[in-house]
């Protein structure tokens, strides 16, 4: 059967970012300790366990909800808030809370994109967690592209 997934571009990296790439939640946790001493993470509400008993690094954690599974939050506080951010927000937040790293995943898009700016214009690394391979489906960056694919696959039907 076909498929179609909305799928936002990938943010790409500039020449005035400081990215340090990795392929999952636990390789970001695991070298978050090297990298700062207090981090902002957002990489949403999912696997947030990565990050439980660090203790050399105080954690900002930025979710739209509360996590469903248990996290235990010693060293650090909750931020609940859901994007768009601006680039002046964010720079404040990070400023205010003295963040010297940012966990993100690279999810693509406008609304959540201030804090890569707002990093980039301070000199905080981003640990950039890499998208996970694509499934073995069609993608398209818009809903007009979208919209276009299912005519056309529809005309083959």
């Known amino acids: 059967m076909p498929c179609i997934q909305y799928h936002r571009p990938a943010w790409e990296q500039t020449e005035d970012d400081n990215w340090i790439m990795v392929k999952s939640i636990e390789e970001a946790a695991k070298i978050l300790p090297d990298v700062g001493n207090r981090a902002l ?14 203790e050399k690094t105080w954690l900002l954690v930025r979710t739209v909800d509360a996590p469903r599974d248990p996290f235990d939050l010693e060293f650090g506080e909750w931020l609940f808030a859901r994007g768009p951010f601006s680039v002046e927000s964010e720079t404040e937040l990070l400023e205010r809370n003295e963040i010297d790293v940012i966990v993100s995943k690279n999810s693509g898009g406008e609304a959540t994109f201030a804090k890569i700016e707002a990093a980039r214009n301070l000199g905080i690394p981003v640990i950039m967690i890499e998208r996970p391979g694509g499934e073995p489906v069609i993608q398209a960056p818009s809903r007009s592209e979208i919209i276009d694919t299912v005519r056309e696959t529809l005309k083959k039907v």
């Open 41 to 54: 993470i957002a990489s949403g509400a999912k696997n947030l366990h990565a990050f439980e008993g660090l």
